[in-house]
């Protein structure tokens, strides 16, 4: 995920449901309206109600948010200067000299195959002869030319250098006492000692203080496969520049420690203690070079902006939380164990759904609120207090309810039917995916204890699964090493729930939900709130149950 370091992420629980993925949405664009680059995550998949709420009014989904923890993308970090791996090593300086930082070296494809520093450029220039003649012998004309500034003349299609090099010095002998064969030959305007150069074997011929070649010069060139530059150097110029001629593979570093942009801060922090190099290559999933990090930039570098939304506890919260920087809560829960090393914006409400809270928010902030967002508060309102039948339900919610619906234009009787005859079949879906449509992890007593709820438009759904789905959850107790699990599978029609349990506290259901038949799966009329119906009684008898 490319990302920008001053966003907010406002993300709602770990398994979301309608009234997690509308505050964090509604609250995202509010934010945005006040100031604040803010963008809505999910930290899950959607369930069939959310997913259909968002299309019909839409909206795309939420950014995936993976974990919290700060990835190197997130970051600053030094801008990738990159040279292909064909330039010349006077290019490579050129470079350098201008940005002072380390050159990552690419490929047609901008492939990371190595890197250049000034180490490596250092080494060049105090280099002594035997390595110069090495690296010379494997250098194209093209490189000969661009390194000395030079123009070319002609150039063979088959270039027998052998990296030596001559400056020959004007004599009453001329050439006689030279060996020139597959040399490179630094020379002035003289044509006399031109040809003689290209008879003797020579592989080039670098002129200076030349302003034009004769015609019988480059034709006898072209009949000995022998280049020809003309510099727009001196002498000496020309012969310093020319160590600078070999292209950059040479010389690069190719035993590299890289890291990917999607690394973790903390890990890339980490290794870098193992090593003593100066920066870094980042690359993206391609090898693409991305950019270069240093020391400076891991310990300059800030955790995740985070806004909770509809929950407070970290079991339910992205992965890393506890690296973030949480900044605000939203919520109407009970208070879990979420902590912060500094002062935050945290408000919860006894109301029926944090979607309610936001859309407050907005009248308090005298901010306009979208039709389209006015319709997504009003579904993740109906959906979290069941069209305002739930005992969570306050006067505060049956108000808002009212002002959503003069805002949007919809009716919340048409919305509700609407919303739950299009989601709650259960044709397509697995058992583990009902389970885990809106599914709530709760530590009691230390026990792990899961609690999903499941939103039916009539219990007579259920009768063609009933028997099967008891299985299923026992198997999800066993492979999730559960205590117990509880589905509860709630109808708005029929206005009350029947719960399936499985794990070692099973009979905790009975205790907390006596029935004159005790049997499980039997009707619970009027009981049809997770948080404060079935989680308060459901802790209580657990509590009771291990004493």
């Known amino acids: 995920m490319k990302t920008d ?12 449901d309608t009234d997690s993925i509308a505050s964090a949405i509604a609250y995202a664009d509010l934010k945005n309206k006040l100031g604040t680059k803010a963008v809505a995550c999910r930290l899950g998949d959607l369930n069939d109600e959310t997913d259909y ?10 950014v995936l948010l993976k974990d919290a923890r700060a990835t190197l993308d997130e970051i600053e970090m030094d801008e990738a200067v990159s040279i292909h791996i064909d330039a010349s090593i006077k290019d ?19 492939q990371l195959l190595g890197l250049v520093t000034n180490t490596n450029l250092s080494h060049v220039a105090m280099g002594d002869t035997a390595a110069t003649i090495e690296l010379l ?21 088959q270039f027998k250098f052998n990296g030596k090099t001559s400056i020959v010095a004007l004599s009453e002998d001329k050439l006689a006492n030279y060996d020139l064969t597959h040399r490179l030959v630094i020379l002035g305007n003289d044509e006399t000692s031109q040809i003689a150069a290209i008879e003797k074997g020579a592989a080039c011929l670098v002129l200076v203080w030349t302003d034009w070649v004769n ?21 000496m110029n020309t012969s310093r520049y020319l160590l600078f001629a070999p292209s950059v593979r040479e010389v690069m570093t190719t035993d590299l420690t890289s890291f990917n942009m999607n690394e973790f801060v903390e890990d890339v922090g980490r290794r870098m203690l193992k090593s003593r190099f100066r920066s870094y290559p980042v690359t993206d999933d391609q090898n693409r070079i991305y950019g270069f990090i240093s020391r400076y930039h891991i310990l300059n570098s800030s955790s995740k902006k985070l806004i909770l939304v509809d929950h407070n506890e970290y079991s339910q919260s992205v992965e890393g939380i506890e690296n973030a920087d949480v900044l605000e809560v939203i919520d109407h829960h009970r208070i879990g164990d979420l902590s912060s090393v500094k002062p935050i914006y945290f408000r919860n409400e006894i109301i029926g ?9 907005y009248q308090e902030h005298n901010i306009e609120m979208p039709k389209n967002i006015a319709a997504l508060l009003q579904a993740a309102l109906i959906s979290d207090t069941l069209n305002l039948k739930s005992p969570t339900t306050t006067e505060q919610d049956v108000q808002i309810m009212k002002r959503l619906e ?17 989601t709650s079949s259960f044709k397509n879906k697995t058992y583990d995916e009902i389970i885990n449509q809106d599914i709530k992890t709760f530590y009691i007593s230390n026990k792990a204890v899961m609690v999903s709820q499941v939103l039916i438009y009539h219990f007579k759904e259920l009768d063609p699964i009933f ?20 589905v509860v599978f709630t109808s708005i029609e029929d206005n009350g729930s029947i719960m399936i349990s499985a794990g070692a506290l099973k009979e905790a259901v009975l205790e907390a939900f006596p029935k004159g038949d005790g049997k499980h799966g039997t009707f619970l009329a009027d009981v049809v709130s997770r948080k404060n119906q079935i989680i308060p009684r459901l802790a209580s008898a657990i509590e009771s149950f291990n004493d």
Do not use: W
């Not at 490579?92 to 901008?110: C, G, S």
């Not at 003069?406 to 299009?422: N, P, T």
């Open 5 to 16: 370091k001053d966003i907010v992420y406002v993300c709602g629980h770990r398994h979301p």
């Open 53 to 62: 709420v968002l299309e019909k009014l839409g909206f795309a989904h939420p």
């Open 92 to 110: 490579a300086m050129d470079i350098v000299q201008k940005n002072r930082q380390t050159l990552a070296v690419v490929d047609d494809r901008d």
């Open 137 to 157: 012998k494997r250098t194209s004309v093209s490189n000969i030319t661009k390194a000395i500034d030079g123009i070319l003349v002609y150039e063979p299609e």
């Open 215 to 235: 015609e019988r010069v480059v034709d006898l060139a072209k009949a000995h496969d022998c280049a020809i530059i003309r510099s727009t150097h001196g002498t």
């Open 353 to 361: 759904s944090t979607s309610s809270i936001v859309a407050k928010m």
């Open 406 to 422: 003069s805002i949007s234009g919809l009716d919340r009787f048409d919305l509700a039917k609407e919303i739950y005859e299009v």
């Open 467 to 486: 028997d099967a789905f008891k299985e299923a959850v026992e198997a999800y107790v066993t492979n999730h090493r559960l205590d117990l699990l509880v």
